[in-house]
């Protein structure tokens, strides 16, 4: 039986995916949203690969996805440019950002772990995951 390490926290997280035309249903990574309720942490880090989002579709509105991720990243602060979810707790934030849709910007299934340090673990999941 494994032990639980006290210094370790439960995270989740959902990748972002760029999917330019969604009747073709193609899509990649270009971000990752992580939470981690125990230390009231939510953030996501983006990367837009626009070679990949030309390929997929040459006519891509790349300005407009680029403001689609960069509003995750506004939610996940918090900040003014969040509108109301800005007064939302980081759980309820991130459960909108986590919620399907059907845009151009979608977030994958949700993945848990465990960390001692979710604003590394932020990082890790982009270079692994997104790069």
Same mark, same amino acid.
């Given at each position: 039986?494994?032990?639980?390490?006290?210094? /370790? %926290?439960?995270?989740?997280?959902?990748?972002? !995916?760029?999917?330019?035309?969604?009747?073709?249903?193609?899509?990649?990574?270009?971000?990752?949203?992580?939470?981690?309720?125990?230390?009231?942490?939510?953030?996501?880090?983006?990367?837009?690969? @626009?070679?990949?989002?030309?390929?997929?579709?040459?006519?891509?509105?790349?300005?407009?996805? /680029?403001?689609?991720?960069?509003?995750?990243?506004?939610?996940?602060?918090?900040?003014?440019?969040?509108?109301?979810?800005?007064?939302? %707790?980081?759980?309820? /934030?991130?459960?909108?950002?986590?919620? $399907? !849709?059907?845009?151009?910007?979608? $977030?994958?299934?949700?993945?848990?772990?465990?960390?001692? %340090? $979710?604003?590394?673990?932020? @990082?890790? +999941? +982009?270079?692994? +995951?997104?790069?």
């Amino acid at each position: 039986m494994t032990r639980h390490d006290p210094r /370790r %926290d439960v995270f989740e997280y959902a990748l972002l !995916r760029v999917v330019p035309r969604v009747e073709r249903g193609e899509c990649f990574n270009a971000g990752v949203v992580v939470y981690c309720r125990a230390r009231s942490f939510v953030a996501a880090r983006t990367h837009l690969d @626009e070679t990949k989002l030309r390929a997929l579709d040459p006519r891509a509105d790349v300005t407009g996805v /680029r403001a689609a991720l960069h509003a995750v990243e506004g939610v996940c602060r918090g900040g003014e440019e969040a509108g109301q979810a800005s007064r939302d %707790d980081a759980g309820r /934030r991130f459960r909108w950002l986590i919620a $399907p !849709r059907s845009t151009v910007v979608q $977030p994958g299934p949700v993945h848990t772990g465990l960390t001692a %340090d $979710p604003e590394a673990e932020v @990082e890790r +999941l +982009l270079e692994l +995951l997104v790069r």
